[in-house]
């Protein structure tokens, strides 16, 4: 008896100091500008999905998209690693077929339009390594003002005549970027 109290006290101390080292470890805080992702169709019922989107979200701050994402450069389409496009089927971004797969999703902010660059570079940080002879397709697309601002930036998807439309919005910038089947 004395043995079996004995026993289940060493059993109960040990399971204790495990317990003790996995709260020791050490979890990231929430990121500033976390991930997000968008797909078509939304529903999550549904599970054959044309499009997705996996990305960042920054926020303005009190800060101009122009200075987060300056015109004329390649930006990575949200924050830390650059945005990641799947197509779970064959689309085309203006006349360009691009095959079902993933990619990465850049663009090109510009003052009245912005350019949508689909690359074949995967897992990259930012678009600081940018190698545009990895591009798949690019068509540049106007912008839009609205009188909403939007905080962080955002991506949604809508359904078209002929395909999908990918709405990215920041501040009061609004793109739509047309995929079609």
Known sequence: MKKTKILSALAFAFIMLMSSNIEAQKFAKLDKSPMDAAAFPRDYKVSDKLIKIVYSRPQLKG????????????????????????????????????????????????????????????????????????????????????????????????????????HLGWGNKRIAIPFTN
């Open 63 to 166: 800060r101009e998209v122009s200075k987060l994402a300056p015109n004329g450069k390649v930006w990575r389409t949200g924050a830390n690693e650059a945005a990641e496009l799947t197509l779970y089927t064959d689309m085309k971004l203006g006349k360009t077929e691009i095959k079902a797969g993933t990619y990465t999703f850049y663009v090109i902010p510009g003052e009245t339009e912005w350019t949508a660059v689909i690359n074949t570079d995967t897992n990259v940080w930012g678009s600081y390594f940018y190698d545009e002879s990895k591009d798949v397709a690019r068509l540049a697309v106007p912008v839009s003002t609205s009188y909403d601002e939007l905080e962080a930036f955002s991506i949604a998807f809508t359904e078209a005549d002929n395909g999908i439309h990918m």
